[in-house]
């Protein structure tokens, strides 16, 4: 917190609720025993005190993220009781009143995950009607759904009865659903949701992803340009003009612009807002980023072994 009242950023939060051995069977909100059970409520309570703190300490409003990985590996015969247990679990979380300029709270849904591949407990049916009863933001990540399903067409049906909503923006790759963010359709079509339906200020973006394998301050870097990027393609179109054709039912001149503004020369404005920003047009930032891996990454390694 220290160094992020020094940058002038913001801090979100989530109560890890794994890798624990209270976990180690791949239940914790959900789980049928209560002494476990209460162990994560109560981890899951200090949590949200914490994502206060970290509101009230640096200004800015903190959205801490509730996740759980409880599930089956194989196929449950009871379906039911484990969600009632979460949702038990959850009114008890989220009981304690907290000042909503300092803390939000979100909930999370996943598809599968690892030793809970036929079953989550927490699916997005559950989450969306917990979150749509109880008024806490609904947590999309990109790589959470069936793999041919998008976040992007869930938006504007979200907006309508949610008071905000949370993203995380990833790349999913088949199982894996933490890539690095690039430039494809979906992107692009989160973005134009996004800024169509005046989401923006009612929506909070994170990024959420990791991979070892390259530099990971370039894998920030790469995945924070592209979604501004994505959002500044989205801003550049004239969306009105786009929304009355469809409203005049021409939809010959909602395809022909729709598809010409994919060429439109939206990078020469992309590298004058960089060049107003102070920061590296196009790629230059790759020099700055080999630099900092050989004088601080690597000597810092260095001096753990």
Not at 18 to 41: A, N, Q, V, Y
Not at 47 to 62: D, H, M, P, V
Not at 100 to 120: M, Q, R, T
Not at 229 to 236: F, H, T, Y
Request: aromatic share 10%; with cysteine.
């Amino acid at each position: 917190m220290k160094w992020a009242k020094e940058q002038g950023l913001g801090l979100d939060f989530n109560p890890t609720c794994f890798s624990h051995e209270k976990s180690s069977d791949g239940f914790t909100l959900s789980h049928p025993d209560p002494e476990i059970r209460k162990f994560w409520i109560d981890h899951c309570k200090a949590s949200r005190r914490i994502g206060a703190y970290f509101g009230e300490q640096l200004g800015q409003t903190c959205v801490t993220n509730v996740w759980v990985p409880d599930g089956f590996k194989d196929n449950p015969v009871d379906r039911l009781t484990p969600r009632k247990r979460l949702k038990e679990s959850l009114d008890e979380v989220f009981g304690e009143p907290l000042n909503p300029e300092h803390n939000l709270d979100a909930v999370e849904s996943k598809l599968f995950g690892l030793g809970s591949e036929a079953y989550v407990v927490g699916s997005h049916e559950f989450y969306m009607g917990y979150g749509l009863q109880n008024d806490t933001l609904i947590c999309l990540d990109a790589g959470h759904f069936h793999p041919t399903e998008v976040i992007s067409n869930k938006l504007s049906s979200l907006s309508l009865f949610t008071s905000g909503i949370l993203l995380h923006v990833s790349r999913p790759m088949r199982w894996d659903s933490d890539h690095v963010v690039i430039m494809d359709d979906e992107l692009l079509e989160i973005a134009r949701e996004l800024v169509r339906h005046d989401l923006l200020a009612t929506t909070h973006i994170g990024l959420d992803f990791f991979d070892a394998s390259i530099n990971r301050v370039a894998a920030w870097v790469v995945g924070t340009r592209n979604t501004i990027k994505a959002l500044l393609r989205a801003m550049l179109e004239p969306v009105d003009a786009l929304k009355q054709a469809e409203l005049e039912g021409d939809y010959t001149l909602r395809l022909a612009l729709t598809e010409e503004f994919k060429s439109y020369p939206f990078g020469a404005i992309w590298d004058y807002y960089c060049a107003q920003q102070g920061v590296p047009v196009r790629e230059k930032w790759i020099t700055d980023i080999k630099t900092y891996e050989q004088d601080v990454l690597l000597q810092r390694e260095k001096s753990l072994v």
